[in-house]
């Protein structure tokens, strides 16, 4: 698609938004054209979900126009945004937990009858799920889906309801690399029926492949845009964030110490009574990342869960140092010194209501120096979390800030914070960099490495095949609750993997390398 030759779909002009205190954006101009896709690229705080969802109607701009096809239009309601064809896949999903997968997709549609018919409604979710293979039961309740599920459901809810303007937030961050390629390939279809998108995302290879266009935000002002084949990764890191970002970073080689967990021949269930994981075995050591890569919604919510205490085995041992924690809950994993760093980071990881400094003492205000014969000391707290705010540098006017106000990456800090400086023998950190800038991501993993030269072990699960391979020693697969195959991070093969997490074991790809090998030389 040539933007110069198409036509303007929407068109944005000085748009600027105010919160109290902060100027979110300030006198944006966006363009989009029909039949491309515009990347929209910025650090966590730039400004790019409130333009968004200014676009969407769930905020009204202070100042500025917006024009669709050429016309002047008012979005005072996301209804207004779906009748002029605009729909957003946002990365904090907007779904009702206690409604099922086909209520949340049809919730508000004004074209279907009073009494809609479900079973017809369900079967054309499956269809489409089907058809851009993103698995989900149309019938099961929202509570009881992964996040990565929940995902699957908003990208769903857009197709469902022929959105010609999408806008998707970070819509890769739980799918295979093969099932990237499949969203790329769906929009270009859409693209080619002239359809636009708006793709916003920190993963600068997709920019370079899914982008005909990027326009880069900073400080809620735009920085740059710039036509995607006359730019580089790394300018477009640095336009974001002022300077240069290693996208990969030095890991030095360690021997790992004792073993600091060992689960053996776990089995469990999961919400709605189905089997989770089925038989896993692992060894985590000191000083070691070891990786776990899958889709999501294989296991890895409930593996983590098991660990931490917040989901009892139906079978087999958890073996901390040694000493057997099997069905301790989470209190008695905490003293075991298990850390946790959650997938739900706004709603598991945070009390978004709560200060600062009130959530970084979490792990830690039973005890002294923060407590003393039972009463909180709060002068002490106040230093404590200076400390871990200096520490992790985590950007707030004061401790006492509630971290609901703060951005992405500022909040995964503030839950980093708090978990590493509690962790004295497994930090278990579920998709730490999801949804981040390339900035705080490589801050992320940096901290993921210092731990584990500390001699903390470290279990990573994660989506992001470029962050497992660049930071874990070794790398486990799940497939349906089970362990595809272990690898070392410096023998991963991207596609090797990416067949492992569609369920082909290792030894199967390993034995058909083997043959093919056998039959070159013969």
């Known amino acids: 698609m040539n933007p110069q030759s198409s036509k303007i779909i929407l068109e944005m002009r000085g748009i600027t938004k105010h919160f109290p205190g902060v100027i979110a954006n300030s006198g944006v101009d966006l363009t989009l054209f029909d039949g491309e896709v515009l990347a929209l690229l910025g650090e966590n705080g730039a400004g790019k979900s409130t333009l968004m969802n200014i676009l969407i109607g ?35 999903f907007m779904l009702i937990p206690r409604m099922t ?40 309740y929202v509570w009881q889906l992964t996040v990565g599920e929940q995902q699957r459901v908003e990208i769903l809810k857009m197709v469902y309801r022929g959105a010609e303007i999408l806008i998707l937030d970070e819509p890769t961050a739980v799918l295979t690399p093969q099932e990237s390629l499949e969203l790329h390939d769906v929009l270009k279809v859409m693209t080619s029926e002239g359809k636009s998108a ?17 326009a880069v935000l900073q400080n809620g002002k735009l920085k740059a845009t710039l036509k995607t084949s006359e730019t580089t990764p790394q300018e477009l890191a640095r336009l974001m964030v002022g300077r240069n970002v290693l996208f990969r970073l030095e890991k030095e080689m360690q021997e790992p110490g004792e073993t600091v967990i060992e689960l053996c021949h776990i089995s469990a ?39 931490t205490g917040l989901r009892k085995p139906t079978e087999g041992k958890i073996l901390i140092a040694d000493r057997d924690c099997t069905g301790k809950d989470p209190l008695g994993m905490i003293k075991a010194g298990i850390s946790f760093i959650p ?54 006017p004061t401790p006492k800030t509630r971290v609901k106000f703060l951005s992405g990456g500022n909040i995964q800090k503030t839950i980093l914070a708090r978990e590493i400086d509690a962790c004295n023998n497994l930090l278990v950190a579920m998709y730490p960099s999801r949804g981040l800038d390339v900035g705080a991501t490589e801050t992320v993993r940096n901290l993921l490495l210092e731990q584990r030269s500390k001699g903390i072990g470290i279990l990573l699960i994660s989506e992001d095949l470029d962050e497992l391979t660049s930071i874990a020693d ?3 697969v799940m497939f349906e609750g089970k362990i595809m195959g272990t690898i070392k991070s410096e023998d991963a093969d991207i596609e090797m993997m990416g067949l492992m997490m569609a369920g082909i074991p290792l030894e199967e790809l390993t034995n058909d390398v083997f043959e093919k090998s056998e039959s070159s030389t013969e």
């Open 474 to 476: 070794r790398i486990a």
């Open 58 to 92: 769930l905020y009204r701009q202070d100042d500025g126009e917006i024009y669709v096809r050429g016309e002047p239009v008012q979005i005072n309601f996301p209804s207004d945004a779906a009748e002029l064809g605009i729909g957003m896949v946002h990365q904090n």
């Open 101 to 140: 997968v086909a209520e949340n997709i049809v919730l508000g549609m004004t074209s279907l009858p009073f009494v809609p018919d479900m079973r017809k409604i369900s079967n054309r979710i499956r269809a489409l799920s089907e058809q851009y293979r993103l698995k989900v039961d149309p019938n099961a």
């Open 269 to 307: 269930k999961d919400d709605k009574g189905l089997s989770a994981l089925e038989d896993l075995s692992m060894v985590v050591r000191a000083g070691e990342i070891f990786g776990i890569a899958g889709v999501a919604g294989n296991g890895q919510d409930q593996l983590a869960e098991v660990i």
């Open 343 to 396: 997938a739900d980071r706004i709603g598991m990881g945070i009390a978004g209501n709560m200060d600062i400094s009130e959530n970084l003492i979490m792990k830690g205000y039973r005890d002294e120096p923060l407590s003393s014969k039972g009463f909180i000391r709060p002068n002490r707290i106040i230093d404590f979390a200076k400390r871990l705010i200096d520490s992790f540098r985590i950007a707030t």
């Open 198 to 214: 708006i793709f916003i995302t920190h993963k600068m290879d997709e920019v370079m492949v899914f982008s005909e266009r990027v």
